[in-house]
């Protein structure tokens, strides 16, 4: 099995999609909250891109996203599906370098993405919905400081908080 192949076996997960569906977050307006959270993880990430990512059995979506014009994409172009498995910042210092990304198409195509940070938005049971990200066109040899690694991560813990608030505002 590849890389590849193993990062997307956490996708058909019942438990977890069970719990992203659980938020009936997928294919809502955009909120502000959301919206903050990705311009401030550009801004302290020094990134072009930043995106909340839910990861579906075919898809990802955006909840909220900055420097990307696109509300989703296919999987073939999903970065945050290999953070799935982690519990822990993913960090890819180089797309064109790890074989699990260099072909994919936001690597290949127009965007040219070539650095990628997720941190995973995960629940209290251990599930993890998605992914918080920052991606340059540039490669970061040094990835993220520990500062801008600790934010990313605080910043993801603040999108689980804003979907438990919308949840039991909703509920």
């Known amino acids: 099995r590849t890389p590849d192949s193993m990062a997307h076996e956490q996708l058909p997960d019942p438990w ?3 719990a992203r569906d659980g938020q009936r977050i997928l294919d809502t307006p955009q909120e502000q909250g959301f919206d903050d959270v990705v311009r401030l993880a550009c801004t302290l ?8 990512s839910f990861v579906g059995i075919d898809r990802q979506w955006f909840k909220a996203r900055a420097g990307m014009m696109d509300t989703q994409t296919g999987l073939e172009s999903s970065v945050c599906a290999h953070g799935l498995a982690q519990s822990e910042l993913l960090v890819v210092c180089d797309l064109t370098q790890d074989e699990r990304t260099r072909n994919n198409p936001l690597v290949t195509g127009v965007a040219g993405m ?5 941190a995973p938005l995960r629940t209290e049971q251990g599930h993890n ?5 920052v991606l340059d066109t540039a490669p970061r040899p040094d990835g993220l400081s520990d500062a801008q690694a600790q934010a990313l991560q605080m910043l993801a813990r603040q999108v689980m908080t804003l979907l438990e608030l919308r949840r039991s505002y909703r509920d």
């Open 114 to 118: 070539r650095f990628y940070a997720g």
């Open 129 to 133: 919905l998605g992914m918080l990200c």
């Open 45 to 52: 990430c020094e990134t072009p891109v930043a995106l909340v």
């Open 16 to 18: 977890r999609l069970e």
